[in-house]
């Protein structure tokens, strides 16, 4: 049988150097600054400048639906707690911590002892006190991705386990090293939303994640591993969908219009932690790597720790840096400087030698149609950056320019190119803006 | 054979032009003759400057009183004297012609970039990317969008990397201000040219380093104004014109040289000591 994947999409070189190097645990960091939100808008901050904080104890929280609470990696003083501009360039509540290196763990901390008596209220409950958010990058919250709206039923729950970003190799050493933490993971996620069905979906560049997952899910009743075929962006929302289950996600709505909820490997690993050991989300992996980086890898952060110590951690930079990534080269947030904290959706820091960030002399559209061949959302991305660049930016939104996950596909294809992802995203904002009114 | 076609012919020609001159009396379109009158009095460049499509739209409007007299930014005040007079109305009294003023100071060499920008082409789109490639993220970018907006070419780079504006052309219309993705730019009249040249909401020790003309909140200006006419928005200090005495005390006190005439060179105004 044909490996099943989705329709459209692209294979960039891969280069998952760090995919061998195994998984380096970072050090306590001296200092953290750990971001509140998603936004953090409204915010209230349970542990003001000066106090002590323990490892878990919570930093931040806000009752809003769309919210959850932060929690602190480290043991030691909060030093700081105000406005910082992230990496993303917008401004952020941070609190800055000095750490003691006692790692003493906050009062409370305690492994769910009775997961099969909890009602799937209390386990989503206790996902959003450990401060779940989407780890694949989106950040979305996870208690809200399985809080079903009144009258929609799922019968299936998709994990992610794409991971089809280039470089990026942190979902892969989670699924090979920890792959009982992933099926576990999926067990709670599939009893919080009361679903029989399991598929956890890997790329088949990853045959041990496959392996390792396979022996791991044998344990459960209804978990399937599923080998996709390794294709930018697999790892997409609605692209894994397609994928698995072949269903097609309409334009505008959500997984579980038809019947699905999606989490990430790194994301259910996560929540197994949290039923297995207590402590909420202050650690993830994090992919180091790229062509200027000594030694490719990936680490086990402690959330808001500066990249610059973990670009440290792997050797230091090697060569002439060209451009610095936050996430991966075709979705990240390119940064001007290390200096800034990992969140809870930073998957990798990528560093790209000066060879690999060349600025490419934009060219006229020579209208080869490749970028609309490509789009995974069946747009038609050179219609879209047309009206864009133009400023026209009704039409654009009526080409659906809203519904561009900005995978960058269309830019990368692109013989002559052209800035399309950029043009489109500035459409989709003028879109979403308008939604907003 | 002759007579019989000029019959034909003649009787058919004089058939339609009865039925010509009855249609144009029965169905004649109701025309207001404001209209060409205004449309004569109006500069007919059809910029399209008022927000309507030339002037044609605009004439209409105001005949019909949808736009105020004033509505024409290139004609100013003499043909909004004209304008009136055709409505028969009085002009409402407004403040002198006003130009476009950029409130920031931020150039080449006084603000930090932290980035390289390359991409499309408009201060817009360089804006949404990371929030811009400045170390201040309320500065101007300096790309051009209001330069190659201005329908006057009043508008041009100058050698700081800040645009510059030619009053001669400048009409006040607008337009560069509702382009400005950071909201820099407003219209400004010469009775008002006394500004506080920065918009930075940014928390102070940050934005010192960030540009060496940022308002750096010290409060200097509102403690010296005579008339009480400073205050402080956030971090920035504001000046209310309908107070302003434009003495320049403000302008020679300000350490980091963020308040300046914005209607020539900071000497003209009146220095008391």
């Not at chain 2, 044609?56 to 909004?80: D, F, Q």
């Not at chain 2, 932290?114 to 408009?122: H, M, R």
């Not at chain 2, 969008?145 to 030619?166: H, Q, T």
Request: glycine share 10%.
């Amino acid at each position: 049988m044909a490996v099943r994947t989705f329709v459209g999409g692209i294979h960039p070189a891969q280069c998952k150097y760090a995919c061998d190097a195994g998984t380096v645990t970072a050090p306590v960091p001296a200092r953290v600054t750990v971001p509140v939100g998603p936004s953090w808008v409204g915010y209230k901050v349970l542990a003001p400048k000066g106090t002590e904080v323990k490892v878990g104890q919570k930093l931040a929280d806000n009752e809003g639906f769309m919210c959850v609470p932060t929690h602190s990696p480290v043991s030691g003083k909060v030093v700081d707690a105000k406005p910082y501009r992230a990496h993303t360039g917008l401004e952020f509540l941070g609190i800055t911590i000095e750490s003691d290196g006692k790692q003493e763990l906050c009062e409370g901390i305690a492994p769910v002892e009775d997961l099969d008596s909890m009602t799937p209220e209390e386990i989503r409950n206790v996902i959003r006190e450990a401060g779940m958010l989407g780890m694949g990058g989106a950040e979305f919250p996870t208690h809200v991705k399985l809080s079903l709206p009144q009258g929609v039923k799922v019968d299936t729950v998709v994990v992610n386990g794409g991971e089809c970003e280039p470089y990026l190799t942190s979902d892969h050493r989670m699924m090979t090293e920890k792959a009982d933490k992933v099926v576990h993971g999926t067990y709670i996620v599939m009893r919080s939303v009361g679903v029989k069905r399991a598929i956890i979906g890997v790329e088949d560049n990853k045959p041990d994640a496959i392996a390792a997952l396979t022996a791991a899910a044998g344990k459960y009743q209804g978990i399937e591993v599923m080998p996709l075929k390794s294709s930018y962006p697999q790892g997409y929302e609605k692209a894994i969908i397609k994928a698995t289950l072949g269903r097609e996600v309409p334009p505008g709505a959500l997984p579980f219009s038809v019947g699905v909820v999606v989490v990430n490997v790194g994301t259910a690993a996560a929540i197994s932690d949290r039923f297995t050991t207590g402590l909420p989300l202050i650690k993830r992996y994090v992919t180091v790597s790229g062509e200027a980086v000594s030694r490719p890898a990936t680490v086990e952060a402690y959330i808001g720790t500066y990249a610059s110590e973990l670009v440290e951690l792997c050797g230091g930079v090697k060569g002439e840096l060209g451009k610095a990534i936050f996430g991966g080269p075709m979705m990240g947030v390119a940064v001007p400087s290390l200096d800034f904290p990992i969140t809870k959706g930073t998957s990798g820091i990528v560093l790209l030698g000066r060879q690999q960030a060349l600025f490419w002399k934009e060219m006229p559209c020579i209208r080869c149609g490749r970028c609309n061949e490509v789009c995974p959302m069946f747009l038609q991305p050179s219609e879209i950056h047309k009206y864009a660049l133009a400023e026209d930016m009704a039409r654009a939104e009526k080409l659906f320019a809203a519904d561009c996950m900005e995978c960058g596909c269309c830019s990368y294809v692109c013989p002559s190119k052209r800035p399309l992802v950029q043009s489109i995203k500035l459409a989709k904002q003028y879109a979403l803006a308008r939604r907003k009114k | 054979m002759i007579v019989n076609s000029l019959l034909i012919l003649g009787g058919m020609g004089l058939v339609f032009g009865v039925a010509l001159a009855v249609a144009a009396k029965l169905l004649a379109v109701e025309h207001d003759p404001k209209v060409d009158m205004i449309l004569g009095v109006l500069p007919g460049a059809n910029c399209g400057a008022c927000g309507y499509p030339g002037c044609n739209g605009l004439a209409k409007a105001i005949s019909e009183e949808k736009a105020p007299c004033g509505s024409c930014l290139v004609g100013g005040s003499s043909v909004a004297a004209k304008i009136a007079e055709i409505m028969g109305v009085a002009l409402e009294a407004g403040d002198g012609p006003k130009f476009s003023r950029l409130m920031c100071a931020g150039g080449k060499g006084i603000a930090k970039d932290i980035a390289e920008y390359k991409g499309i082409d408009t201060c817009a789109a360089a804006n949404a990317v990371s929030g811009g490639f400045k170390a201040c993220s309320y500065g101007c970018l300096g790309i051009g969008s209001c330069v190659r907006e201005c329908p006057f070419d009043a508008m041009y780079m100058g050698e700081d990397g800040l645009p510059k504006i030619d009053d001669s052309k400048c009409t006040g219309c607008g337009k560069c201000v509702s382009v400005c993705p950071r909201k820099l730019l407003a219209l400004r009249s010469a009775e008002e040219p006394v500004n506080v040249v920065c918009c930075s909401k940014a928390p102070i020790p940050k934005s010192k380093q960030d540009c060496s003309a940022v308002c750096i909140g010290c409060q200097i200006c509102v403690k010296n104004c005579p008339t009480s006419a400073i205050s402080m928005n956030g971090t920035v200090a504001v000046i209310d014109n309908s107070k302003c005495t434009k003495c320049g005390i403000c302008v020679q006190k300000c350490p980091v040289k963020c308040i300046h005439n914005l209607f020539g060179p900071d000497s003209d105004l009146r220095v008391e000591a």
